[in-house]
T-cell receptor, first 114, second 115 residues
Framework: AQSVSQHNHHVILSEAASLELGCNYSYGGTVNLFWYVQYPGQHLQLLLKYFSGDPLVKGIKGFEAEFIKSKFSFNLRKPSVQWSDTAEYFCAVISNQAGTALIFGKGTTLSVSS | GAVVSQHPSRVICKSGTSVKIECRSLDFQATTMFWYRQFPKQSLMLMATSNEGSKATYEQGVEKDKFLINHASLTLSTLTVTSAHPEDSSFYIC???????????FGQGTRLTVV
């Protein structure tokens, strides 16, 4: 079945450690890719998005993601995490083969200790 | 970014009653709205997609007679959970997209508890 997969369910890091969260999708055709963050008690916020062009996308708060078409992946990275990055992170896809709605991965909980 | 307001943020209702959740786009016209349901520790599951003035398109497994969606204007969509049961308890989130837009903006969600 077509899906969005996030491999890490819960990631625990110390401050200043580097972060990489995996995201793979199985949709064909044209895809738009997103990473959203949900801080405790808050609504979803867009971190970054990829539509076309440079596969390395920079977002807010020092996050970046790289689209690798051959691997159907869109991994999220940050060189040095902060305690305030503790949140739930969701990868999402819009595929022209799956309608117009965002399809989400299961999410990754990031816990950063100070 | 654009603002989407969802109301109420939290509601408790008795089993068998109906609950209406509102989703408003405050500073743009939402031609398409999406309703999601999020279970604890799980992802957002798309329930339905609605275009202004049209009937909603429901995802497989979502009962359209139980989850009534109305998108009568470009700034308001409502989700009514009819004859609610405890298993309907969940976190419901709406999302809105404007004409020609590729980014969807999210409401803050509604925590529904059916007792």
């Amino acid at each position: 079945a077509q899906s969005v997969s996030q491999h890490n369910h819960h990631v625990i890091l110390s401050e200043a450690a580097s972060l990489e969260l995996g995201c793979n999708y199985s949709y064909g055709g044209t895809v738009n890719l997103f990473w959203y963050v949900q801080y405790p008690g808050q609504h979803l916020q867009l971190l970054l998005k990829y539509f076309s062009g440079d596969p390395l996308v920079k977002g807010i708060k020092g996050f970046e993601a790289e689209f690798i078409k051959s691997k159907f992946s869109f991994n999220l990275r940050k060189p040095s995490v902060q305690w305030s990055d503790t949140a739930e992170y969701f990868c999402a896809v819009i595929s022209n083969q799956a309608g117009t709605a965002l399809i989400f991965g299961k999410g990754t909980t990031l816990s950063v200790s100070s | 970014g654009a603002v989407v307001s969802q109301h109420p943020s939290r509601v408790i209702c008795k089993s068998g009653t109906s609950v209406k959740i509102e989703c408003r786009s405050l500073d743009f016209q939402a031609t398409t709205m999406f309703w999601y349901r999020q279970f604890p520790k799980q992802s957002l599951m798309l329930m339905a997609t609605s275009n202004e003035g049209s009937k909603a398109t429901y995802e497989q497994g979502v009962e359209k007679d139980k989850f009534l969606i109305n998108h009568a204007s470009l700034t308001l969509s409502t989700l009514t959970v009819t004859s609610a049961h405890p298993e309907d308890s969940s976190f419901y989130i709406c999302s809105a997209r404007g004409w020609g837009g590729t980014e969807a903006f999210f409401g803050q969600g509604t925590r529904l508890t059916v007792v």
